[in-house]
């Protein structure tokens, strides 16, 4: 049997989106010619797609054809093996199942609802902490950037900021440092590798007063800023119960997402978030219900 010659870098597979399947497997350097010519020669016979036929044959893994399919298509793919990412973020690595469909069809109801013509930024929090807010948002931020959309994930969670550990990203100056004043709004994007149209404003260096610094001014003009030079702009905020914060970021970005979770959160808190984003002007675009 053939050596299957395995890369380790996303560079080789990003430079072999076009051709036939055994081309770009060939350019990635994970089939050789003499591979593809037998997988070829048993496909003939069984009538198989080549995928499938050089699975059986055990020159290529499930995963390969996923990639293949993923570049032939340009849909982002990220390998689970070769990513800091982490698993709670499934959007970046898998492309069915339940959860994702339910992505795609929230990602498809905040496109009509609210990413329509103004494209203005969206705030995402809950009503009191838990994980599911900052994971949604990440989870959200790489579902639209699949599609194409050039997609800003800005951590406004300066009180439990997750998205750096979550995305992996290498610890850096970032929103704390912009409201500022220290930090260019450039110099605080960081891209997230494999995902070539998702890029990360993480929240930065701790600081003592975040409420006040996401009051400023600095943080309307980010928000402006933010809103021309990328599609969509996701926000990722504090506890809106908890804190002020998510009540002043509203008012910046003119809509909020409510993430709530099945048999945790009460009904009086998600009544008492609609009545504290009331005087805001921002509009509460829904309400999403994650799993216990």
């Known amino acids: 049997m053939a050596t299957v010659i395995r890369k380790d870098h996303e560079k080789d597979w990003a430079a072999s989106r076009a051709g036939t399947f055994g081309e770009i497997l060939l350019r990635a350097g994970i089939l050789s010619e003499a591979d593809i010519e037998r997988v070829l020669s048993v496909q003939k016979e069984s009538g198989r797609r080549f995928g499938e036929t050089a699975v059986s044959l055990g020159l290529i893994q499930e995963a390969d054809v996923r990639r293949v399919l993923a570049r032939q298509f340009d849909h982002a793919s990220v390998s689970p093996e070769h990513s800091s990412i982490v698993p709670s973020l499934f959007s970046a690595f898998t492309a069915t199942g339940p959860s994702i469909e339910a992505l795609r069809k929230l990602r498809a109801e905040l496109q009509l609802r609210h990413f329509n013509e103004e494209r203005k930024p969206l705030a995402i929090f809950s009503a009191r902490a838990t994980p599911d807010a900052g994971e949604l948002a990440a989870n959200l931020a790489i579902a639209f950037s699949l599609i194409g959309e050039r ?38 994007i960081t891209p997230v590798p494999g995902l070539p149209h998702l890029n990360v404003v993480c929240a930065g260096v701790s600081v003592p007063n975040p409420q006040e610094l996401l009051s400023r001014g600095t943080m309307t ?11 969509i702009v996701i926000i990722d905020v504090a506890p809106a119960l908890e804190y002020s914060d998510a009540q002043m970021v509203a008012a910046r970005c003119g809509g909020a997402l409510l993430v709530t979770k099945r048999d945790h959160t009460r009904v009086a808190d998600i009544e008492a978030v609609k009545v504290l984003l009331a005087p805001t002007g921002a509009k509460l675009v829904g309400a999403v219900l994650t799993r216990a």
């Open 151 to 188: 997609t800003l994930l800005v951590d406004a969670n300066l009180r439990a900021p997750r998205q750096r550990e979550l995305f992996g990203l290498p610890e850096r100056e970032g929103l704390s440092s912009l409201l500022a004043g220290r930090l260019p709004f450039a110099q605080a």
């Open 221 to 231: 003009s980010l928000m402006d800023v933010a809103a021309v030079s990328f599609d």
